[in-house]
């Protein structure tokens, strides 16, 4: 049984939920990195922090995770997303992913 299951879940520290926005908006790891200012591979450390906590497989699940947790909402649009997401035709079609600001 997973901690959503259970309707327990992690604590994320602010830049945990930063950077978790970010990747569930298309961002990269490079790109993330770039916009918040830190390096690459602390981006990597921190989206693999975020991984650990919501016990999911890949990043992709660890946004489905995030999402079925409450962490973020179908929906709503991430503001500055990278422009090459908004021309392609198949991230056109996916619904966008937003943190839940409590």
Same mark, same amino acid.
């Given at each position: 049984?997973?901690?959503?299951?259970?309707?327990?879940?992690?604590?994320?520290?602010?830049?945990?939920?930063?950077?978790?926005?970010?990747?569930?908006?298309?961002?990269?790891?490079?790109?993330?990195?770039?916009?918040?200012?830190?390096?690459?591979?602390?981006? /990597?450390?921190?989206?693999?922090?975020?991984?650990?906590?919501? &016990? #999911?497989?890949?990043? +992709?699940?660890?946004?489905?995770? @995030? *999402?079925?947790?409450?962490?973020?909402?179908?929906?709503? /649009?991430?503001?500055?997303?990278?422009?090459?997401?908004?021309? &392609? #035709?198949?991230?056109? +079609?996916?619904?966008?992913?937003? @943190? *839940?600001?409590?």
């Amino acid at each position: 049984m997973s901690w959503v299951e259970n309707s327990v879940g992690p604590t994320l520290t602010p830049r945990e939920q930063q950077v978790l926005e970010l990747v569930a908006g298309g961002y990269s790891a490079k790109e993330a990195a770039n916009k918040i200012g830190i390096a690459p591979r602390t981006v /990597e450390r921190h989206i693999e922090n975020v991984r650990l906590k919501m &016990r #999911a497989k890949n990043r +992709a699940h660890m946004v489905t995770q @995030a *999402v079925l947790a409450g962490y973020l909402k179908i929906g709503e /649009e991430i503001s500055d997303r990278p422009l090459w997401a908004s021309q &392609r #035709a198949s991230c056109a +079609a996916l619904p966008s992913l937003h @943190a *839940v600001n409590e």
